[in-house]
């Protein structure tokens, strides 16, 4: 019966030990986007979490005590950076973890070696909305950025679990390698939708964009974080009216109400996508989201 | 010149017959040797054509990927010891601190005749933070503050360096003067809080502006599993508080309004919370003052609070808050202790992110040994412009008892306009 016992134990503790092994690395993500590319890249050698909801805004995350403990615990530490999730500043400053501090190994900023777009240049003020100095925070809706922000999660998970490079190394070239076959079918659907032109309701779409070879016509908001006016859509809608513009692309955790008013002045349509994995239940991945927004784009122009 | 013409007639007549006969006489063999190799030519084009056909749609194919847009980053790592920068919270090529500008605006309408601020729209305080990291694990934080109550004479409001690697996983500390970590409002700054007026309670058991305090704190993450539970102890030098009200037992005598204490305080805050799910959060705190007063007399100051918060959607959320703080004073001639207390609850909603409305009650008495208090109903609107500039709307109605801070009156009905503004990059705590 003793040995009986030892022996269940024995197993146990091995199962356990396994288990463990499995993901001995803890990664939290300030949203979604990331945290999906992380479990690419991390497998099964990393637990991962996001900060963030999938329904939220990255700009108004409400930083909450909860989410200090789960920073406390974390070995990476990854964000999108250049302003976007600032809220995430008083959460690591409470951590009192210094691994996940700016100077940390296990700090990644993902936009770091990104070439940025919309960089405002002289003097800027509040006059002009809530502009980010980096330039445009919304890197991660291009997919080929995907990569870029793979690329170091894979570097922090390295600089942690070292024993681990071959392991991600590995794991990023494959999900380098999907996000570019996604980039070659997400081409060719865009190639075909008639006119080049959308507005999006915040500046959240200038990478997407420049990648994919659509133009911003408009902006529903007069200046980003700044409330649309039934004076700014109204001219707006003339505008489209004129050259023909058939989409406007919002995020789907909009409001629909400037959106409709401006589809009904202006003859275009709403397309509501989803900017957050898991924020519908098509976009489950990153790449499925991607697909998730191509797909809707493309509809809502033809 | 018939000569010519013959001789022409004799070579064309050679020609012909000596090409012909000369195709003759090669044609069966070269035929088909001819034949073989055209067939193979025609194979070969053919191979080379569907070689660039597939060359070509490969081309097109990178091409759809690169020449469409900006260059794809590359498929390699940063070296696995390569450290991120240790980059500032913004303005990564920048050398100067985040600094940041702060105004607060306010208007009191449909207060007391002869009130002095009655029915005035004028800016109350500004600020000026400045927040940078000065080392590994070390940020510093300060604000300058011009406020009406002191003839916008520039002050010190708070100048801190926090440190968050001491050795011990969860363990951080701070030194320096700053707000001090007493319940959920008092180490807000006025411009972030989300009131036009701070409650009674606050104003009249703490500070009108605040209880700021200069000196150190070590701040615990205690290792509770699923439970957020932090602990804050410290010693600090607190000052006179600007606010004074007479002190009706002794004549000519005043009073600092609030906490009380001056000389070294030292002050401890619990603060637990719990995710109830992805979308609510519970948090309970409880916090303690102590010292002495310049009469001599033992003052304390405890309070405790809970917040209820559920993020609804991506901007709509709502969430419950209530404080309860108990002033107690011993009187150093009798010995007597006396213990005075208020307490809010609010309830805000903000349905966008423009928006919130909001309702409190408060219910307060002042310190002994001052007589009176307040107890008034609000109702708050806040529209907000930017990310850092709202306007705000919060109307009061009930009885004040003292004209400690504004006058006293029963059946009161004030309204008061803020207007924030501000300008720079600019983080705050947790609280």
Not at chain 2, 6 to 35: H, M, R, Y
Not at chain 2, 41 to 65: C, M, N, P, W, Y
Not at chain 2, 309 to 330: C, D, I, N, P, Y
């Amino acid at each position: 019966m003793r040995t009986r016992s030892a022996l269940l134990i024995a197993v146990a503790a091995a199962a356990l030990s396994l288990g463990r092994a499995g993901a001995d690395v803890t990664v939290i993500t300030t949203d979604t986007n990331l945290a999906d590319i992380a479990k690419q890249v991390a497998g099964d050698r990393a637990s991962v979490e996001s900060l963030a909801r999938p329904s939220d805004d990255p700009h108004h995350v409400v930083a909450r005590p909860s989410m200090i403990v789960k920073l406390a615990r974390a070995d990476v530490f990854a964000r999108i950076g250049m302003g976007l999730d600032m809220w995430a500043d008083a959460i690591i400053d409470r951590s009192g973890n210094a691994a996940v501090q700016p100077d940390g190994k296990g700090y990644a900023d993902c936009s770091r070696g990104l070439k940025a777009l919309d960089v405002p240049s002289g003097k800027i003020d509040p006059s002009m909305g809530d502009l980010h100095p980096e330039g445009n925070p919304h890197y991660l809706l291009d997919p080929a950025q995907g990569i870029l922000a793979a690329g170091n999660i894979a570097a922090a998970l390295i600089r942690v679990d070292p024993a681990g490079q071959p392991y991600y190394h590995a794991r990023f070239l494959q999900f380098g390698e999907r996000v570019k076959s996604g980039l070659q079918r997400w081409s060719a659907t865009l190639k075909g939708i008639p006119s080049r032109d959308v507005v999006p309701y915040h500046k959240t779409w200038a990478y997407f964009l420049a990648r994919f070879g659509l133009r911003e016509f408009g902006v529903l908001e007069p200046k980003p974080g700044v409330e649309p006016s039934p004076g700014h859509v109204s001219a707006l809608a003339q505008a489209m009216k004129q050259v023909g513009v058939r989409v406007i692309l919002c995020e789907l955790f909009r409001a629909k109400r400037w959106p409709d008013l401006l589809a009904s002045q202006s003859g275009a349509v709403a397309a509501f996508v989803p900017t957050s994995v898991g924020a519908d239940p098509q976009a489950d991945s990153y790449i499925a989201m991607c697909d998730t927004i191509v797909q809707r784009l493309a509809g809502a122009a033809r | 010149m018939r000569n010519l013409w013959a001789l022409v007639a004799l070579a064309v007549c050679i020609a012909a017959p000596c090409s012909t006969a000369g195709a003759q006489t090669t044609a069966p063999a070269d035929l088909e040797q001819l034949k073989a190799l055209v067939a193979k030519q025609a194979e070969t084009i053919r191979d080379l054509q569907e070689r660039l056909t597939k060359l070509e749609g490969s081309s097109a194919a990178v091409g759809a990927q690169v020449a469409d847009g900006p260059p794809v980053p590359t498929m390699t790592l940063p070296g696995p010891t390569s450290r991120p920068p240790a980059a500032g919270q913004s303005g990564a090529a920048s050398a100067l601190p985040d600094i940041a500008v702060f105004g607060n605006n306010l208007g009191r309408m449909l207060t007391a005749k002869g009130e002095p601020s009655r029915s005035q729209f004028r800016i109350s305080e500004l600020e000026l933070a400045l927040q940078q990291r000065v080392a590994d694990g070390v940020l510093f934080r300060s604000t300058l503050a011009a406020g009406e109550g002191a003839d916008f004479a520039m002050g010190l409001e708070e100048g801190y360096v926090t440190f968050t690697r001491l050795g011990v996983p969860g363990l951080g500390g701070s030194l320096g003067k700053r707000r001090l970590p007493f319940g959920k409002l008092n180490s807000i700054h006025p411009h972030a809080a989300p009131y036009a007026e701070t409650p009674s309670a606050h104003r009249y058991l703490a500070d009108p502006d605040g209880v700021a305090g200069n000196g150190v704190a070590l701040n615990w993450l205690l290792p509770v599993p699923s439970l957020f539970a932090n602990l804050e102890l410290g010693a600090v030098r607190v000052g006179a508080s600007d606010a004074v009200v007479a002190r009706p037992d002794v004549t000519g005598a005043t009073l600092p309004l609030g906490f009380g204490a001056t000389g070294t305080v030292p002050m401890g805050r619990l603060w637990l919370s719990r995710a109830l799910n992805t979308a609510t959060e519970l948090e309970m705190g409880s916090s303690a003052l102590a010292g002495k007063a310049d009469s001599g007399d033992a003052v304390r100051l405890v309070g405790a609070d809970v917040t209820l918060k559920q993020m609804v959607g991506a901007f709509s959320r709502w969430q419950v808050q209530g404080e309860a703080l108990w002033h107690t004073r011993r009187d150093a001639g009798s010995g007597l202790s006396h213990t005075r207390s208020g307490a809010y609850v609010a309830a805000l909603y903000a349905p966008d992110q423009y928006r919130e409305f909001g309702l409190r009650y408060d219910d307060s008495r002042l310190p002994w040994p001052l007589e009176g208090g307040e107890r008034l109903l609000s109702l708050i609107w806040s529209n907000r412009l930017t990310e850092s500039s709202l306007w705000r709307l919060q109307l009061a109605h009930g009885d004040r008892t003292t004209d400690a801070l504004l006058p006293s009156r029963r059946g009161l009905t004030e309204l008061t306009l803020q207007f924030v503004w501000g300008a720079g990059s600019h983080s705050h705590p947790l609280q």
